[in-house]
């Protein structure tokens, strides 16, 4: 499910490998709901939670100061930077849930949360960036 795909790639060595990591995150979720066992996972899915918390405000602020040191277009920085903030919110309403009375529905939020990710802003806003930061020398 989370395997990496070359399309995926934005050609910014740093970048890449960033979004590498969010997929490897996804892929320690995804194990997880494979496992039909009826033992207690709260443990693991806080910390995988925490652990994607922490990349997603680490990987966001690296792309938003490199978009803002070549000076990206204004309109596009912001409309860039307001889908990170609703990812970001995304995941602190998840953390506000009560994990412990819904394991498997927190596990499938967090799965269409790195889904969405993928498909609606690696795929589209961010590919957006790639012939920008190629033209200032980027790669
Ligand atoms: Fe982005």
Do not use: C, P
């Amino acid at each position: 499910m989370f395997e990496w795909k070359d399309i995926y790639k934005v050609d910014i060595a740093e970048i890449d490998k960033q979004h590498r990591k969010l997929l490897e995150i996804g892929g320690k979720l995804a194990d997880l709901l494979k496992l039909k066992d009826d033992i207690d996972h709260y443990d693991e899915i806080v910390e995988i939670l925490t652990e994607l918390r922490e990349y997603t405000e680490y990987h966001f602020a690296h792309e938003e100061k490199l978009l803002e040191k070549y000076g990206y277009d204004n309109q596009s920085l912001r409309l860039h930077k307001r889908q990170h903030k609703s990812f970001v919110n995304k995941i602190i309403q998840i953390e506000n849930q009560d994990i412990d009375e819904k394991q498997t529905g927190i596990k499938l939020t967090m799965l269409e949360f790195i889904a969405s990710w993928i498909e609606n802003h690696i795929l589209k806003t961010d590919h957006e960036y790639k012939d920008f930061f190629h033209e200032n020398g980027v790669y």
